[in-house]
Structures are given as structure tokens and as C-alpha cells.
């Protein structure tokens, strides 16, 4: 009997746990991340619309490279429009757009032994107007081309502006041959 007993008050302080009171409630709790989002695009026109995120890959410019044609700038300046940079991101403070420029350069000679040329040029882009870019091999620091703050309720911030160079000097002043330059655009958070 005293074994009955004990297998049925094992039993019924074994159920008691089981059932649980009315007012018990329970929590699951998620989390997630959302990554950061930027991207960047080189277009010929003034306006991109832009479509699924993270579309916009490495081959961001679909330009090519751009020849430019606008010289003879001695005494006043004729600039040629170049490209449009076009950026988005989902940066809660904001972000902005800066750039780093080099020289139009070329080398010619054997191998160890070459000579470099070099074509200076001012670039108006967004913020930054009529800055120089040397006529040599260091990288000019451009500057912040625009900065977009964080509207509300928005989740994607975008904005564009023109990019324009205009070499210095008149073709005559440099030596004949190919030469090329980049513009290196980033996308900072503010």
C-alpha cells in the first residue's frame, strides 16, 4: 500500500508540471540585420533609375571610356560633360560622394626605360568647380562631389550630378600619343 501511495504521488507531482497556469505566457524574440547598401553609377544621362538592389555590380560604368575633344583652354575655360554619377545607399545618417583624379598620362620607350607624359585638366563635379588636376603622377584628392542626408520614412537616398574636365593648355602644347585617366568615385557614409 505505502508502494501505491508513493508511485501515485510521484505520479500526480510529475503532472503537476506538465499543465501550466492560465495567465503563463511565453516570448520568442528575433532579431535580423540589415546590411548597408551602396551603390554607384556612371551614366551619359542626367537621370538612372535604378532597380533591384545590389544590381549595380563592379561593371558600373557603361560609358566606356570617354575621349575628350574640348581644348585650346588658354584664357577662359570650355568644359566638356563627361558623365553623371548617380549613387544610392540606405546609410541611416546619409552619405556622400567623393573622388580621387589622375592625370592624362602616357608612356612611351622600351620597357625600364619608359618616358611619361602628362595633360593636367580642371574638373567641375557637383560641389567641387574648377579644380586643377596636376600634370603629373600623384592622385588629386577631388573632393566631395554631394552629400544626401536621410529623409524619413525613405529607405533608399539617391543623387546625381554632372561631371565635366577640361584639359588645360591647346594640343600643340603636348606630345602626340594616347593617354588616359581615371576618376575614381566612392560612396562614405556621412
Known amino acids: 500500500m505505502k508502494k501505491t501511495i508513493a508511485i501515485l504521488l510521484v505520479l500526480v507531482i510529475g503532472m503537476a508540471g506538465v499543465f501550466a497556469a492560465v495567465d503563463d505566457e511565453a516570448i520568442l524574440n528575433l532579431v535580423t540585420s540589415v546590411s548597408a547598401f551602396d551603390?554607384?553609377?556612371?551614366?551619359?544621362?542626367?537621370?538612372?533609375?535604378?532597380?533591384?538592389?545590389?544590381e549595380v555590380t563592379d561593371a558600373n560604368n557603361d560609358l566606356?571610356?570617354?575621349?575628350?575633344?574640348t581644348w585650346d583652354n588658354t584664357t577662359t575655360d570650355s568644359y566638356q560633360n563627361v558623365a553623371y554619377v548617380h549613387a544610392r545607399s540606405n546609410r541611416t545618417g546619409g552619405f556622400k560622394v567623393s573622388a580621387?583624379?589622375?592625370?592624362?598620362s602616357m608612356s612611351e620607350g622600351e620597357s625600364g626605360s619608359e618616358q611619361s607624359y602628362y595633360i593636367g585638366y580642371k574638373i567641375n563635379a557637383g560641389n567641387v568647380a574648377a579644380l586643377s588636376v596636376a600634370?603629373?603622377?600623384?592622385?588629386t584628392t577631388v573632393g566631395d562631389?554631394?552629400?544626401?542626408?536621410?529623409?524619413?520614412?525613405?529607405?533608399?537616398?539617391?543623387g546625381s550630378e554632372l561631371i565635366q574636365v577640361a584639359p588645360l593648355?591647346?594640343?600643340?602644347?603636348?606630345?602626340?600619343g594616347d593617354y588616359s585617366a581615371t576618376i575614381t568615385f566612392i560612396v562614405e557614409a556621412n
Open 169 to 176: 593648355g591647346k594640343t600643340a602644347d603636348y606630345r602626340v
Open 135 to 139: 600634370a603629373d603622377d600623384t592622385t
Open 100 to 104: 580621387t583624379a589622375t592625370a592624362l
Open 39 to 54: 551603390e554607384i553609377k556612371l551614366s551619359a544621362d542626367e537621370t538612372y533609375t535604378w532597380g533591384t538592389v545590389g
Open 145 to 158: 562631389i554631394f552629400s544626401i542626408t536621410t529623409n524619413n520614412g525613405t529607405h533608399f537616398n539617391t
Open 64 to 69: 566606356g571610356p570617354i575621349t575628350v575633344t
